[in-house]
C-alpha cells in the first residue's frame, strides 16, 4: 500500500521511537529516540560499530535486506510509521533515498543512469511536465554534474571519475523524486577536492530535501550539517545516541563528557 497519510505539516521529516535493530540475537542498536527536522543537513557521528549506518538504514528499510535483521520500536516519516504492516517497503525507499559509501552507478550510460530509475517509477512526460531530456538534465543539474557531462551523455557511468560517480549516483536518487536522502559516509572514498564538491551539494540541497549523513569526518560535520547526533555503545556493544542537538552546541558547548572527549579527540 502506497503510503498516503503522511503528514506535510510536520516539522519533523522523520523520528524514531524507541528504536532497537537486532541482527539475529544481537542488539546493534538500542532505544533510539531522533526527531529528524525536516529540510535541514543532520550529521550521525561516532566510533566506529556504533551503529550509525544501521540506525540510517532503519530509516528506509534497507536493514530488512540483511536476512537476519529485524527493528523494534518506531520510525515515522511525515508522521507515519513505515514499518507498519501495510506500508510498501519499496514505496518507503522511493521517498526516502539513499546513496552509499562507494559510489556505485549503473553499467548504463549517464543518461540511463538517472532515466531508468524514473521509468521505473511511473515517470510520465506530458502537457505541463517535463519530458524524460529534461528531466535528466535537471537531476543532473541538482546534482552539479550536468556542465561536466551534457556532452557525453551516452558514456558509461563508470567511465567517470569518482567524484563525478558519486554525484550520478545522487542525481540517480533525485530522479524518483524524494524527500529526504540519507547518505552513508559519501565523501569517504573521494579525494579533498571531490569531498568539497560533495559537501557543498549536501548544503544546497538541503534548500529542497532532508539530508542525513553519516560520517566519520568530523570537521565534515561540522562543516556541512544544522544537527549532530552523537551516538557511541555500551559495555554490550550495542550503539545508543547520547547527544542530539544544533551542531554549533555539540561540537562548541557539548552537554554530555561523553561527546566532549569525542569531538576533542580524546577517544574514539
Known sequence: ?????????SKYAIQANELNV??????????????????KVTAIIGPSGCGKSTVLR?????NELVPSARSEGEVLFLG???????????EVRRRIGMVFQKPNPFTKSIYENVAWGARLNGFKSGIGQPSMDEWVEYCLRKAALWDEVKDKLGQSGLS????????????RAL??????????????ALDPIATLKIEELMRELAEEYTIIVVTHNMQQAARVSDYTAFFSM??????????YGPTNQIFTRPQN???EDYVTGRFG
Do not use: W
Not at 1 to 9: A, K, L, P
Open 22 to 39: 537486532f541482527y539475529g540475537d544481537f542488539r546493534a542498536v538500542k532505544d533510539v529516540n531522533l526527531s529528524i527536522e525536516r529540510k
Open 1 to 9: 500500500m502506497n503510503m498516503v497519510s503522511t503528514d506535510s505539516n
Open 80 to 90: 507515519q510509521n513505515i514499518y507498519d504492516r501495510e506500508v510498501d517497503p519499496v
Open 175 to 188: 530522479a524518483v523524486s524524494p524527500q529526504v536522502i540519507l547518505m552513508d559516509e559519501p565523501a569517504s
Open 257 to 259: 563528557q561523553q561527546t
Open 58 to 62: 532503519s530509516f528506509n528499510r534497507m
Open 160 to 171: 567517470l571519475s569518482g567524484g563525478q560517480q558519486q554525484r550520478l549516483c545522487i542525481a
Open 234 to 243: 555500551n559495555e554490550d556493544r550495542a550503539g545508543y545516541l547520547v547527544e
